[in-house]
């Protein structure tokens, strides 16, 4: 407010010097440097600033991805990777399913599922097959393979 502007009927009339401290307390946020430390926003230049929500955010990214990776190579002497996992975990919970329901399941597109289920076919984890009255629809299900596959059934299984 300034220039003769009056506020609002029923905003309060700050004190003096309670202006200056809302600014000041604003300035002194909390922020997170790239090398990993905590400072006040005014104590680092502002090339090295980045603001706390972008770095929590890029934490999260990184525990999610390393938790992932770990997790896929963990799979490597099943002879799978995740997405594959997936598959097999979604096609056991769903039983015989169409390849569209299975995309939705795993959140593929359908050329993506097909070319996983195609590698599944190779390793005889999966069977596919036409519908017997639409030969449109493609329904896949686990072989017996795939449903004693120690990825599945084993001890750090997840399905």
């Given amino acids: 407010?300034?220039?003769?502007?009056?506020?609002?009927?029923?905003?309060?009339?700050?004190?003096?010097?309670?202006?200056?401290?809302?600014?000041?307390?604003?300035?002194?946020?909390?922020?997170?440097?790239?090398?990993?430390?905590?400072?006040?926003?005014?104590?680092?230049?502002?090339?090295?600033?980045?603001?706390?929500?972008?770095?929590?955010?890029?934490?999260?990214?990184r525990v999610t991805w390393g938790g992932a990776r770990q997790f896929a190579a963990s799979l490597v002497p099943f002879g799978l990777t995740l997405q594959q996992y997936f598959t097999l975990v979604a096609i056991n919970r769903a039983g015989e399913?169409?390849?569209?329901?299975?995309?939705?399941?795993?959140?593929?597109?359908?050329?993506?599922m097909t070319g996983i289920v195609d590698r599944l076919v190779r390793q005889g984890m999966v069977n596919r097959r036409s519908h017997a009255t639409d030969r449109r629809v493609v329904l896949v299900q686990l072989t017996s393979s795939g449903i004693e596959s120690d990825a599945l059934s084993g001890p750090g299984a997840l399905a």
């Fill in 1 to 61: 407010m300034g220039n003769g502007e009056r506020p609002p009927h029923n905003a309060p009339i700050p004190c003096p010097g309670e202006v200056e401290e809302r600014e000041a307390s604003v300035t002194e946020m909390a922020t997170v440097t790239r090398n990993g430390s905590m400072t006040l926003m005014d104590e680092s230049s502002e090339s090295e600033q980045v603001p706390l929500r972008d770095q929590l955010s890029q934490d999260i990214a």
């Fill in 97 to 112: 399913c169409t390849m569209g329901t299975l995309a939705n399941h795993t959140h593929h597109s359908l050329g993506t």
